[in-house]
């Protein structure tokens, strides 16, 4: 068996961009009427990423963190469970999992994902996500923009297969903050900005 064909039979629940074959028991079709993916040309990606490399700790160093900010999101973040939201940057799925709707992550970093169990993953990067225009109810990205490699890209991204509803939020310490709280206020009707610890959390509707 090739590596490559090894690392995929081995993960658990996975969908690839679109036209590769979707992965341990998730169906073609369910994917296709639900979530609306779309035929793209993002190819997978098997660049090892800082976070593919630190993923067997990332949980421990980050969970409590990170879920902390989930209790403070979900204050403004009110799903109905038929929503559709997609979390981009979802990591382990951490941020992904605790809504009580259909729930659809992306990331590059595929062992942060092939940690996340039961559900949706998908390996992609902000800036090439393959979803068709408007639709995710909801998208959430948490801690995860000051990392994209080009964050307009991204973020435009995110509008695009979005209807309208997000909540975005990045690390207050990242140098780029001033870049990001700029982009966000140009490219969307920004309508609470709320400090958390770590993160601005910038709700949008
Ligand atoms: C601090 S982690 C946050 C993960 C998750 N949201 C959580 O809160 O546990 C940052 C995440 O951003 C992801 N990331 C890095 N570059 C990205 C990009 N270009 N597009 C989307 N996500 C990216 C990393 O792989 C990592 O999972």
Redesign the pocket.
């Known amino acids: 068996m090739l590596d490559r064909q090894r690392r995929s039979a081995s993960m658990k629940c996975y969908a690839f961009p679109w036209t590769r074959n979707v992965q341990c028991g998730i169906k073609v079709r369910e994917i296709r009427t639900n979530f609306q993916q779309v035929e793209t040309k993002v190819p997978r990606n098997d660049k090892m990423?800082y976070?593919d490399e630190i993923s067997e700790g990332y949980e421990e160093l980050?969970k409590e963190e990170?879920l902390k900010k989930v209790e403070l999101i979900s204050k403004y973040l009110k799903v109905k469970p038929d929503d559709l939201l997609l979390?981009?940057?979802?990591?382990?799925g951490?941020?992904t999992k605790p809504w009580k709707c259909k729930t659809v992550g992306?990331?590059?970093?595929i062992k942060?994902l092939e940690k996340a169990g039961k559900g949706i993953w998908v390996n992609a990067?902000?800036?090439h996500l393959p979803f068709k225009d408007n639709t995710f109810d909801w998208v959430i990205s948490?801690?995860?923009i000051q990392?994209?490699?080009d964050i307009e890209k991204?973020l435009k991204e995110i509008k695009r297969v979005g209807k309208g509803k997000y909540v975005l939020t990045f690390l207050k310490k990242s140098n780029k903050n001033i870049y990001i709280l700029e982009l966000l206020h140009s490219l969307y009707k920004v309508k609470n900005i709320v400090e958390e610890d770590k993160d601005l959390v910038f709700v949008i509707e």
């Open positions: 990423t976070y980050h990170q979390d981009v940057g979802c990591g382990t951490l941020t992306a990331d590059p970093a942060l990067e902000a800036e948490v801690t995860a990392n994209f490699n991204g």
